[in-house]
């Protein structure tokens, strides 16, 4: 008998992403081997780690030689690191559709070059360009880093032109270094996502339309399949398609989309598995992480159709008693296995079920039982509204 060898996936970063990726591929027979900085990185709980930095070129080496295909769990490895582990072993997605997706200005563009509006925006270097981009502009308008900004950080909204000084003094340091982005603040009707997957062959799939809220910039709540996206996920599907064959992308990306009166607007693109698909673990046929384990191998992908109607809330800062959720019908637990501090991701839970009303009536229940009426209030209404 032959000894079967399996496969090896690579993955850069170790965080909540790595650690759901690690996981997914367990049952297709996929090994990973994950790379952080930080001897903690909670993705070292499921898969082995080498603590290594990305300028660490020994280790990333020897981490290269160990693995078929390394992907990405953090969309900031620098580009340099990504270029050089190409020319070494397979790397998806390319380093290219990294390098757009990593800067605001380049992604924006790219969007509207697919056919993708975009909100207003214009690049700043210099403080003189920044009263020059407000005059065009206007305000309100949002002034952000091009690059390393994730989760609403690096960013400064600015009210009127009265507050531009501030802006600079905020961000003004950054502009060297990462470069700078004024855009048109939007006065959204809602925010969606398209959590979509493309194979090495060019196959593509798109989970349906997920409807997003956040709070002080960090997702909160996803709800899927969004309502009324009828008129929506066609064109959506269509712009997430073009976007993905012009970047020649592999893998899974989101497309974070602004609704203003029916139309839709690009906000940005993260290349990897994303926040807001989590709830595609049991609320779809095939979660994102096993599609992006699939794509990046080279396997057939599968099929991305919703089970149901699925809500996911973040735990942000640490996590609640576990029970109420663990005490419901199809609600489901996902702690990361972190360390608690002040805005930071440490789990999820999604909540599953047939048709709206036993889901806002599930909901209910698990925010009642937390004492988080106030809070759950606002979310659950508003899918009441839409259903
Ligand atoms: P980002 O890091 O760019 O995804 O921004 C985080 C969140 O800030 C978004 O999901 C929106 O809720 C909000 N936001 C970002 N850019 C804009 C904009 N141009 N207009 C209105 N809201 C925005």
Request: glycine share 8%.
């Amino acid at each position: 008998m032959t000894v079967r060898r399996q496969p090896v996936l690579g993955i850069l970063g170790g965080g909540q992403l790595a650690r759901m990726l690690a996981l997914a591929g367990a049952p297709l027979g996929v090994k990973s081997l994950v790379v952080d900085s930080a001897a903690d990185a909670c993705a070292g709980q499921v898969a082995p780690l080498v603590v290594a930095d990305w300028t660490d070129y020994e280790a990333l080496d020897h981490f290269a030689r160990q693995v078929d295909v390394v992907t990405f769990d953090f969309e900031n490895v620098p580009a340099e690191t990504a270029h050089w582990l190409a020319k070494r072993v397979a790397v998806f997605p390319a380093p290219r559709a990294l390098a757009v997706a990593q800067d605001r200005l380049a992604e924006k563009t790219l969007f509207r070059e697919c056919g993708l509006m975009t909100p207003e925006f214009k690049a700043v270097d210099t403080r003189e360009e920044l009263d020059q981009a407000l005059a065009i502009v206007g305000a309100p308008a949002i002034l952000k880093t091009r690059r390393l900004g994730y989760d609403g950080k690096g960013q400064f909204r600015i009210k009127t032109l009265a507050d531009a000084d501030a802006a600079w003094a905020a961000l003004g340091a950054q502009a060297t270094a990462h470069g700078l982005i004024l855009e048109a603040f939007v006065p959204f009707d809602r925010e969606l996502s398209v959590v979509a997957v493309r194979g090495r062959n060019g196959e593509f799939r798109t989970w349906p339309l997920t409807q997003n809220w956040h709070t002080d910039g960090v997702l909160s709540l996803s709800l899927a399949p969004a309502p009324d996206i009828a008129a929506l996920q066609e064109r959506a599907t269509h712009l997430a398609r073009t976007l993905a064959e012009q970047l020649e992308y592999v893998g899974v990306f989101a497309l974070e989309l602004f609704v203003k009166n029916g139309e839709l607007l690009g906000n940005e693109m993260a290349p990897r598995v994303h926040n807001s698909g989590h709830w595609t673990i049991e609320g779809a046929l095939t979660s994102q992480f096993e599609n992006h384990v699939r794509a990046v191998l080279g396997l057939p992908l599968g099929d991305t159709s919703a089970r149901g109607l699925s809500a996911m809330f973040n735990w942000i800062g640490e996590l609640p008693d576990a029970a109420p959720v663990l005490e419901a019908v199809d609600a489901h637990w996902h702690d990361y296995g972190k360390q608690p501090r002040e805005g930071r991701k440490v789990g999820h839970a999604t909540v599953c079920a047939p048709n709206a009303s036993q889901l806002v009536e599930r909901l209910s229940g698990i925010a009642h039982a937390l004492g988080r009426d106030q809070q759950a209030g606002p979310a659950v209404g508003k899918l009441l509204e839409n259903r």
